[in-house]
């Protein structure tokens, strides 16, 4: 259980940063299904599957909301270390930046 929840926060993070919000979520619904039928076929009642399946799939939402928060930061802090090295620049060489 702890290993296949470090997988769905490690790739929900990764999708934050790479894919669309409707994306993850039809990914997140079918993927969530998919573990449900894996558990129902175990051998577990219809009500665990249920509960384990809404706690990945919070999980899931969690994750991704962290890691779209953590690449439109990172985004941010790099426009304006750009922005930053620009404008150093104009004062050394007396120079307006182009742009």
Do not use: D
Not at 30 to 59: H, R, T
């Amino acid at each position: 259980m702890l290993k296949s929840a470090l997988i769905v926060v490690a790739v929900s993070i990764a999708a934050g940063a790479t894919i669309r919000a409707s994306a993850f979520a039809i990914f997140a619904f079918l993927l969530v299904v998919a573990w449900g039928a894996v558990i129902l076929l175990k051998g577990s009642s219809f009500s665990e599957a249920i509960v384990y399946c809404l706690e990945a799939l919070v999980l899931m939402e969690v994750s991704y909301l962290a890691g779209l928060f953590a690449y439109s930061l990172w985004g941010h802090i790099q426009g304006r270390r750009r922005r930053n090295s620009i404008t150093e620049r104009s004062h050394m060489t007396g120079k307006r930046p182009h742009g």
